[in-house]
């Protein structure tokens, strides 16, 4: 039996609207795993207008467009933030742009946050450990990455959230040791301001980690996302507790990932208290990405 969708429009936090041609090939395969249509499904990802057709018909009132830098891994380049803020410039209040950076590949880091935050308006920042291979708190310990601090610094100046994939990762080239979420302790204590949002919840190997980190900051945001939400409460019995800090995402077309509106049904219908759904599923996207 299907179940029922939500009284009210929801918002994605976490949904990949990327320039798929840049895929490496076996990148490519590992997210083909399961599923059939890909050209579909790429066609969505780059024509805003479909995207928000594809949104309407799901009762999916925005969408965060996470995007990031790892050429050597999955492909994405520097370009993809041109791409998410392009994506995103039809429908502003709709479509919310996140890019990435590799401060390693940018002589002017802080120029870089400039453009991306400024003259492109991405809304935040996405850095993805086991793709980029390093770690969040790699400022403190690699000459080559202390660009990392400036990347934080900009992103509090402009008041732009920080998602860090933790937890482990399928793609043939991701080095998982860099995706326990114990790093973002140290961001907690030397950028105390910073929103800190834990894509993933350090799934399926750290969720206790991501739980202390959410008791430890009320910037440090839990983001649901690739966990199958039928099986949510396994990974995460203590949601509950942290409802104030917690964000639905469904990483489509991530994965065995096959459609953003069946991962609301599956969501809504969990035994959950229904004040805490709609924080998760709306009212605290609103604030962690702001009314429009």
């Known amino acids: 039996m299907r ?4 009284p009210y429009a929801v918002i994605d936090a976490h949904v990949h609207i990327a320039p798929w041609d840049q895929l490496r090939a076996d990148a490519a395969a590992s997210l083909a ?23 309407d018909a799901r009762s999916i009132e925005r969408l965060v467009m996470v995007n990031y830098v790892a050429p050597d891994v999955v492909g994405f380049t520097e370009s993809a933030n ?10 502003p209040d709709r479509l919310i742009p996140l890019g990435g950076i590799d401060p390693r590949r940018v002589k002017d880091v802080a120029g870089e946050m400039d453009r ?18 390093f770690r969040a708190n790699a400022y403190l310990h690699d000459t080559e990455l202390r660009g990392l601090a400036t990347v934080y610094e900009k ?6 959230p920080v998602m860090f994939h933790t937890g482990t990762s399928i793609f043939p080239r991701a080095r998982n040791k860099y995706g326990d979420p114990i790093d973002l302790d140290d961001l907690i ?5 910073l929103r800190i ?9 750290w969720m206790d980690t991501a739980l202390f980190l959410l008791r430890r900051s009320p910037n440090v945001i839990l983001d649901i996302s690739s966990v199958p939400p039928r099986n949510l409460l396994s990974y995460f019995p203590w949601i509950e507790r942290v409802a104030d800090q917690a964000i639905f995402g469904s990483d489509w077309p991530g994965p065995m990932i096959m459609d953003i509106g069946r991962n609301v049904e599956d969501f809504y219908a969990l035994p959950l208290a229904e004040e805490t759904k709609r924080k998760i599923l709306r009212d605290n996207a609103l604030r962690v990405f702001g009314e429009s």
């Not at 992103?155 to 732009?160: D, G, K, M, T």
């Not at 949002?197 to 190997?205: E, K, Y």
């Open 82 to 91: 041109d791409f998410s803020a392009g994506m995103a410039r039809a429908f």
């Open 197 to 205: 949002i834990v894509a993933h919840g350090g799934r399926p190997l």
């Open 155 to 160: 992103c509090i100046e402009y008041n732009a």
């Open 33 to 55: 795993v399961g599923r059939n249509g890909m050209d579909e499904v790429h066609a969505v990802c780059r024509d805003t207008y479909r995207l928000v057709d594809y949104m």
């Open 189 to 193: 204590v030397d950028f105390p301001e």
């Open 116 to 133: 991306l935050l400024g003259d492109l308006r991405l809304r935040g920042i996405k850095i993805h450990p086991p793709h980029q291979h």
């Open 3 to 6: 179940h029922v969708r939500p």
